[in-house]
């Protein structure tokens, strides 16, 4: 499995997760359960991790790069 985005915010990692499965690549979501509660505070200091099959790695980085960009655009 390769890690393929990583968010202090549990919100964004459900996002991607998401657009990942919607495009027939399996995605899992790793997090610290303290996100859940307060997204301020996490002992895992990179926050919610999403995870593919390594075979699915270039698909699913072509995915969260058109992701991070529309992020960017609605600032």
Known sequence: MKTVFVSAFLEDAIVVKTMLESAGIPAELLSDQMLDINPFY???PKGAK?????DAETDAEAI???FKEHKKAEK
């Open 42 to 44: 996490s002992i895992e």
């Open 64 to 66: 969260v790069a058109n």
């Open 50 to 54: 999403v995870v593919v099959p390594d």
